[in-house]
C-alpha cells in the first residue's frame, strides 16, 4: 500500500501535464478567436444539411482543412488557402477530417456551385465520374411518374434514372446540398501562417 500512493500520486501528475499540454494549452491558444467579417453563420437549411453531413459520416471520406504548402500540394489541387482556427468559429462538432477518400471540401461551394450538379452527384456520383468510389444517397430522393409544382428535379441522365422515373430532391437532400454550397471560404483573413507561406492575406490568399 506503501508503494502504491506514490505511483497513483505520479500518474494523477502525468494525466495532468498531459491534460493540460494537449487540452488546456490549445484551448488557450484559440481563445477569444472571432469570425472572420466574410464567415456567416448557417442558416437553418444549411445547419439541417450539416447534421446530414455528420449523421452520413462524410468526414470519413472528406477532409476540411486545406495544408500549406510546406505540408502540401493543395493549393496546386485547387483547393484554396490554408485553413486557419477563425474559418471554424461556428462548427460544432469540426469536421477536418483526416481521410481523403475524396476531395478536400473547405471550398467545394466556390469550386462547384451548382445545385444541379451537387444534387446529381449524390443521387449517383458514377452519372458524373463513372470511376467514383463515393456511394450513392438514393434515399434522399423520390421517384415520379412526373414532376409537380414546386418540386426540384435532379438533371440526372436518362441511363441513371430507374424505370426511367424523374429524379426529384426531398428536403434532406436539398439541406445537404445547401451545406455544401455554404463550404466557400474564399473570403480574406489576416493570419501570420498565410503570411508566412507566402499567400497574401489582405486578398484572401485564393
Not at 443521387?123 to 456511394?135: E, G, H, L, V
Request: charged share 20%.
Amino acid at each position: 500500500m506503501n508503494r502504491a500512493l506514490p505511483l497513483i500520486v505520479v500518474a494523477l501528475m502525468i494525466l495532468g501535464f498531459a491534460t493540460l499540454l494537449l487540452v488546456g494549452v490549445p484551448a488557450a491558444q484559440i481563445w477569444g478567436i472571432e469570425a472572420p467579417a466574410g464567415l456567416k453563420p448557417y442558416t437553418a437549411s444549411e445547419q439541417r444539411g450539416r447534421d446530414i453531413y455528420v449523421s452520413e459520416g462524410c468526414v470519413y471520406c472528406h477532409t476540411q482543412q486545406p495544408r500549406s504548402p510546406s505540408q502540401g500540394p493543395d493549393g496546386l489541387r485547387g483547393w484554396g488557402r490554408p485553413s486557419t482556427a477563425a474559418d471554424y468559429v461556428y462548427d460544432a462538432p469540426h469536421q477536418l477530417g483526416t481521410m481523403r477518400t475524396g476531395p478536400d471540401l473547405f471550398n467545394v461551394g466556390a469550386r462547384l456551385p451548382s445545385q444541379g450538379w451537387q444534387l446529381t452527384h449524390l443521387f449517383d456520383p458514377r452519372a458524373i465520374t463513372p470511376q467514383s468510389i463515393m456511394p450513392s444517397y438514393p434515399y434522399l430522393f423520390e421517384f415520379k411518374d412526373r414532376a409537380e409544382a414546386g418540386d426540384v428535379v435532379v438533371p440526372v441522365p436518362a441511363d441513371f434514372r430507374p424505370d426511367g422515373k424523374t429524379v426529384v430532391a426531398k428536403r434532406e437532400a436539398l439541406d445537404l446540398v445547401s451545406y455544401l454550397l455554404s463550404l466557400d471560404h474564399t473570403y480574406p483573413v489576416s493570419h501570420p501562417e498565410l503570411r508566412d507561406n507566402g499567400f497574401d492575406h489582405e486578398e484572401g490568399g485564393s
